[in-house]
């Protein structure tokens, strides 16, 4: 059974720092493109990182360069996004994906809030 779950949500201050987690199981983690995508208050869900399976390189949306950074940890089964210099507009849930040719799989979301 697939299982993406992530975790490390919550509310944080204009300036502040997350780090947000998902643990993917059931499926050969090392062989997907594991994304994280957000989802405001009424706007569509949009693609924020992405980290691809060989060599692991990055792309992000320009909303978040440099202030966020996407890893993975394939002995871990894991993926992360660290968020660093937050934002009110980066208030949204936070879903995990994880994208191979044939398959498409999604985590139930974290809620992360940026509000002083």
């Known amino acids: 059974q697939v299982q993406l779950v992530e975790s490390g949500g919550g509310l944080v201050q204009p300036g502040g720092s997350l780090r947000l987690s998902c643990a993917a199981s059931g499926f050969t983690f090392s062989t997907y493109a594991m994304n994280w995508y957000r989802q405001a208050p009424g706007k569509e869900r949009e693609l924020v990182a992405t980290?691809?399976?060989?060599?692991?390189?990055?792309k992000y949306a320009d909303s978040v360069k440099g202030r966020f950074t996407i890893s993975r940890d394939n002995a871990k089964n894991s993926v992360y996004l660290q968020m660093n210099s937050l934002k009110p507009e980066d208030t949204a849930v936070y879903y995990c994906?994880?994208?191979?040719?044939?398959?498409?799989?999604w985590g139930q979301g974290t809620q992360v809030t940026v509000s002083s």
């Open positions: 980290i691809f399976s060989a060599y692991g390189s990055t």
């Open positions: 994906n994880a994208r191979s040719a044939a398959s498409l799989y």
